[in-house]
């Protein structure tokens, strides 16, 4: 429409109507305003870094290793290699074995009542049919298919010291030996648990330096040697505290819960609580290797450890 100064006007709210877009409507306001945050924690992230540089190291840790998707990977494998397990030591492991680990699974939850029949009927003497159903080269693909559980671990560990693949290759029966030895740990967690008889205060303490123990060789053998021993130990003494704390509040929390979940919604209820606290744990170990690790990089344990100046490999990308 054309105005009698002959100048053109265009229709209400048009370009050429004159009326400016509000501030916030329009994508270059946003881009300012995200670009001035993004200086502001840039400048504060260097403040912490110099004036924290452990808390800042660690925080910047936990991002690379994306602790929760880690965690959770874990968690699943875990999850998903313990129920076909629990049938192949059901149709071969001898009766004494088949006790132990009803024992050591008891144990570390608290287990009794209900809980604690579901676990001995897991365990119940198999019969002719579960031995053929499952047969040898069954038990031998459950063996392999629970290697995930190394490889994910694997994984954790090299994130946690930002080493490249190439940094730290590991040959496929580290992996098994892995497996082989955290089972055998699961079978003597009874006896542990129980300080041989003697009582929990004893147990404790022994839980406590097996934790630590099981760890540290842990990271030595699934990352190949990539880093030496004594670098290794502060993160395996800080995963043995935290696993072991959860190890005494699942005495009182997880009898609870599994009871209640069992009553309220069956099988499928035990489920997402066994899960739910197998997440909460590898939290606990994701959190621990990789505190472990940038703690011994930082001057002062680095001198007493031997730790490189840095990452014997390139940070690994996700």
């Known amino acids: 429409m054309e105005t009698s100064s002959g100048r053109q006007?265009?229709?209400?709210?048009?370009?050429?109507?004159?009326?400016?877009?509000?501030?916030?409507?329009?994508?270059?306001?946003?881009r300012a305003v995200f670009g001035a945050w993004?200086?502001?924690?840039?400048?504060?992230?260097?403040?912490?870094?110099?004036?924290?540089?452990?808390?800042?190291?660690?925080?910047?840790?936990?991002?690379a290793v994306n602790i929760?998707?880690?965690?959770?990977?874990?968690?699943?494998?875990?999850?998903?290699?313990?129920?076909?397990?629990?049938?192949?030591?059901?149709?071969?492991?001898?009766?004494a074995v088949q006790e132990q680990v009803i024992t050591s699974v008891s144990a570390v939850f608290g287990l009794s009542g209900q809980t604690k029949a579901q676990v001995e009927q897991a365990f119940a003497p198999?019969?002719?049919?579960?031995?053929?159903?499952?047969?040898?080269?069954?038990?031998?693909?459950?063996?392999?298919?629970?290697?995930?559980?190394?490889?994910?671990?694997?994984?954790?560990?090299?994130?946690a010291w930002l080493l490249?693949?190439?940094?730290?290759?590991?040959?496929?029966?580290?992996?098994?030996?892995?497996?082989?030895?955290?089972?055998?740990a699961l079978v003597v967690q009874g006896l542990l648990h129980n300080g041989f008889g003697l009582g929990v205060a004893l147990g404790f303490p022994v839980i406590l330096l097996?934790?630590?123990?099981?760890?540290?060789?842990?990271q030595h053998l699934l990352l190949g040697g990539a880093v030496r021993w004594a670098p290794l130990l502060p993160g395996a003494v800080i995963t043995a505290v935290a696993v072991?704390?959860?190890?005494?509040?699942?005495?009182?929390?997880?009898?609870?819960?599994?009871?209640?979940?069992?009553?309220?919604y069956g099988s499928a209820g035990s489920v997402f609580v066994l899960l739910s606290w197998l997440i909460v744990v590898c939290v606990a170990v994701?959190?621990?290797?990789?505190?472990?690790?940038?703690?011994?990089?930082?001057?002062?344990?680095?001198?007493?450890?031997g730790t490189p100046r840095s990452p014997p490999g390139k940070r690994e990308h996700p």
Do not use: K
């Not at 006007?9 to 946003?30: H, K, N, Q």
């Not at 993004?38 to 991002?63: K, M, N, S």
């Not at 080269?137 to 190394?150: D, E, K, N, Q």
């Open 286 to 305: 994701a959190v621990g290797l990789s505190v472990g690790a940038v703690l011994s990089q930082e001057p002062f344990l680095r001198r007493r450890l």
């Open 126 to 159: 198999p019969n002719e049919e579960l031995r053929q159903a499952t047969g040898l080269i069954g038990a031998l693909m459950v063996l392999l298919s629970a290697t995930a559980v190394s490889r994910a671990v694997q994984r954790l560990c090299r994130r």
């Open 210 to 218: 097996m934790q630590a123990v099981m760890w540290w060789w842990t």
């Open 38 to 63: 993004a200086v502001r924690l840039r400048a504060v992230h260097a403040r912490l870094e110099e004036r924290l540089p452990v808390v800042t190291g660690i925080v910047d840790r936990l991002i």
């Open 68 to 95: 929760f998707d880690s965690a959770t990977r874990i968690a699943a494998q875990c999850f998903l290699t313990a129920v076909p397990l629990l049938f192949v030591l059901g149709a071969y492991a001898p009766e």
């Open 244 to 264: 072991s704390c959860l190890s005494v509040t699942a005495n009182f929390y997880m009898p609870r819960a599994l009871d209640r979940a069992l009553t309220d």
């Open 164 to 184: 490249s693949r190439a940094g730290a290759r590991v040959a496929p029966w580290r992996w098994l030996a892995w497996i082989a030895l955290w089972l055998g």
């Open 9 to 30: 006007e265009g229709p209400a709210g048009g370009p050429g109507s004159g009326r400016r877009v509000p501030a916030p409507l329009r994508a270059a306001w946003w």
